[in-house]
């Protein structure tokens, strides 16, 4: 008989924290220290599964949401990510591609460095880890083949991919550096290369962000791909890469890119065959995450309104479905439902999700 799991309390896409995130932005903090309480008595992680969505910096973020995160945390958090970078820096100095886990927001460095940039003093780690993220814009060469400097042999679920892949998607692939670029532009915090970097990255997904990722064969392939039957989601999917989009375009001042993203968000919203492919109510790949995103995205276009109609009927599917959601935590569960559905950010808690 197998071993049973051992709780993911610690987690912040399924366990205790994420429940403690919307005690939080509810202005409950007795409920929120009796559940962080729980959450951490069996001590955090610091070791290489520990992410903005778990362990030590995920408990860094939640406490930073109620401006409760002390220098121990942030010390302990530091050090951590300093051991991720240098291991990313001898990887690429090996010459071997990286896997996603090294970069991308759930597991890697993109989400430590969201995390570093909620800090009101970001430290000059965050600049390094920028710089990291940056270098993944040079190109590669394996076997005579010129590749993205992001390719990765494997897939999101660990698994190997025959000739590798270049992943688009919000949640693990190259739309969440550029994601995070963008809004550390916005914030002022700038390393050389960055405005190139974001060029290249939102070039990549002009030709290729119409799949969730493009294989080696895709790749060579002549013409332009064609767009393949898809859930639209935050995680995976035209919302999630648009909103990306759409921050790069504010961070490159080019409006003719940031219409083109909202318009692209406005037909994945519209689309009735892509919205009958969503199947629940959650935050990573549901009705939530769709309604996070047209918020952010309205919130920074110069014509809000045209979203009004489409979030206040996300909204309504979104209250129609969410007691169905057997899972209690932040990406697939109640607690991240009822964030979106609350509509509000006092927190900032949707830096979480890289969309503001």
């Known amino acids: 008989m197998n071993a049973p799991a051992p709780p993911r309390t610690q987690d912040l896409s399924e366990g205790l924290l994420g429940v403690a995130l919307l005690c939080i932005e509810r202005g409950d903090l007795t409920s929120a220290r009796v559940t962080l309480r729980q959450a951490v008595a069996s001590g955090v992680s610091v070791g290489g599964n520990a992410s903005l969505f778990h362990g030590a910096p995920a408990l860094e973020f939640v406490l930073g949401r109620a401006g409760r995160a002390d220098n121990g945390v942030r010390d302990v958090v530091d050090r951590l990510v300093t051991t991720r970078l240098e291991a990313a820096r001898r990887r690429q100095a090996s010459g071997a591609l990286p896997r996603l886990a090294e970069f991308d927001l759930i597991r890697g460095l993109t989400g430590l460095a969201?995390?570093?940039?909620?800090?009101?003093?970001?430290?000059?780690?965050?600049?390094?880890?920028?710089?990291?993220?940056?270098?993944?814009?040079?190109?590669?060469?394996?076997?005579?083949?010129?590749?993205?400097?992001?390719?990765?042999?494997?897939?999101?679920?660990?698994?190997?991919?025959?000739?590798?892949?270049?992943?688009?998607?919000?949640?693990?692939?190259?739309?969440?550096?550029?994601?995070?670029?963008?809004?550390?532009?916005?914030?002022?915090?700038?390393?050389?290369?960055?405005?190139?970097?974001?060029?290249?990255?939102?070039?990549?997904?002009?030709?290729?962000?119409?799949?969730?990722w493009v294989t080696l064969g895709e790749l060579t392939t002549a013409g332009p791909l064609e767009p393949l039957p898809a859930r639209p989601s935050w995680c995976y999917g035209q919302?999630?890469?648009?909103?990306?989009?759409?921050?790069a375009a504010l961070a490159l001042h080019d409006p003719a890119r940031q219409h083109g993203a909202e318009n692209t968000i406005m037909g994945a919203l519209t689309d009735p065959a892509g919205i009958g492919r969503i199947t629940d109510a959650t935050l990573c790949h549901g009705l939530a995450g769709l309604l996070v995103v047209a918020r952010a995205v309205a919130v920074d276009s110069p014509a809000p309104d045209r979203f009004a109609p489409l979030i206040e009927d996300l909204a309504g599917r979104l209250a129609a479905d969410l007691d169905r959601l057997p899972k209690p935590g932040f990406m697939e569960g109640r607690a991240g439902a009822h964030l979106a559905l609350d509509g509000t950010n006092t927190t900032g808690w949707t830096r979480a999700l890289l969309i503001t």
């Open 114 to 212: 969201a995390l570093l940039l909620t800090r009101a003093e970001p430290p000059p780690l965050l600049e390094q880890v920028l710089t990291h993220l940056v270098s993944l814009a040079q190109p590669v060469d394996v076997g005579g083949r010129t590749l993205p400097g992001w390719w990765s042999m494997d897939g999101p679920g660990h698994e190997e991919i025959l000739g590798g892949h270049g992943n688009n998607g919000l949640a693990h692939g190259i739309a969440g550096p550029l994601a995070i670029l963008s809004l550390a532009a916005r914030h002022g915090v700038q390393v050389p290369g960055q405005r190139d970097a974001i060029e290249v990255f939102a070039g990549w997904l002009d030709s290729y962000g119409c799949r969730y």
């Open 239 to 247: 919302p999630g890469i648009a909103r990306a989009q759409q921050l």
